[in-house]
Each structure stands twice: as structure tokens, then as C-alpha cells.
């Protein structure tokens, strides 16, 4: 139970940052700003800011046996998706290059995939 604990406390200590006060923090004097582009991964970001603050919460699922892994799971997705809606705001919004947090596989499966032979 206390590993579990620290885990589901390191996930949450290593939270991204959103994509919406990421999008603020960008130039609105860049060329790209103002493009549609832009303007739709703006929105993007923040409707997905939207229905994470209206998302239900997981205190719930705490009391099952597999409650802090699930929660955790979730964590670590949350912290993808604001990841990669922070990743196409910098790309639809900035002519500057891709900052390194930003950089690195998304995928479902994120950067540690399972190789077979």
C-alpha cells in the first residue's frame, strides 16, 4: 500500500503543464499566431481545460483494491493528452523550435514500448 501511495504521489508531483496557460505563454507577435491554425489548437486546448475541471473524481476509486493503480493510470494519460495539446499549440502557434520537454514519442503506448521479436 505505501509503494503504491508514493506512486500515485510521484505522478502527481510530475504534472504537465497546461495547454492553455502554455499557449498564453507563447508570443501573440509571432506569425503564426493569428492563423487559423492556431486559433483551432488554442481552442482545442482549452476544451480539453474545460472537461478537466469538470471531470468527476477518482476518490471513489481509491477504496477498490486496484483504486490507486487506476488513478495513476489516469494521472499519467491526463499528463499525455496536456502534453501533446501543449506539443500542437507550440507547433500551430510558434516559428520557434519544439522546446525539449515537448519533444518525444505520444503515443498510447508512450515512449517505453514493448519491442518483441
Given at each position: 500500500?505505501?509503494?503504491?501511495?508514493?506512486?500515485?504521489?510521484?505522478?502527481?508531483?510530475?504534472?504537465?503543464?497546461?495547454?492553455?496557460?502554455?499557449?498564453?505563454?507563447?508570443?501573440?507577435?509571432?506569425?503564426?499566431?493569428?492563423?487559423?491554425?492556431?486559433?483551432?489548437?488554442?481552442?482545442?486546448?482549452?476544451?480539453?481545460a474545460v472537461r478537466e475541471k469538470t471531470h468527476p473524481g477518482w476518490?471513489?476509486?481509491?477504496?477498490?483494491?486496484?483504486?490507486?493503480?487506476?488513478?495513476a493510470a489516469t494521472k499519467e494519460q491526463e499528463q499525455k493528452q496536456?502534453?501533446?495539446?501543449?506539443?500542437?499549440?507550440?507547433?500551430?502557434?510558434?516559428?520557434?523550435?519544439?522546446?525539449?520537454?515537448?519533444?518525444?514519442?505520444?503515443?498510447?503506448?508512450?515512449?517505453?514500448?514493448?519491442?518483441?521479436?
Open positions: 500500500m505505501g509503494l503504491a501511495m508514493s506512486a500515485l504521489a510521484a505522478t502527481m508531483a510530475g504534472c504537465a503543464t497546461s495547454p492553455v496557460d502554455y499557449g498564453a505563454s507563447l508570443s501573440q507577435q509571432d506569425q503564426k499566431w493569428a492563423t487559423p491554425q492556431c486559433q483551432q489548437a488554442r481552442a482545442a486546448a482549452s476544451d480539453y476518490e471513489f476509486v481509491a477504496l477498490g483494491p486496484y483504486g490507486l493503480g487506476i488513478i496536456r502534453k501533446r495539446l501543449a506539443r500542437d499549440v507550440h507547433l500551430q502557434c510558434s516559428s520557434l523550435p519544439l522546446p525539449q520537454e515537448l519533444q518525444g514519442d505520444l503515443g498510447p503506448a508512450g515512449p517505453d514500448k514493448a519491442k518483441y521479436p
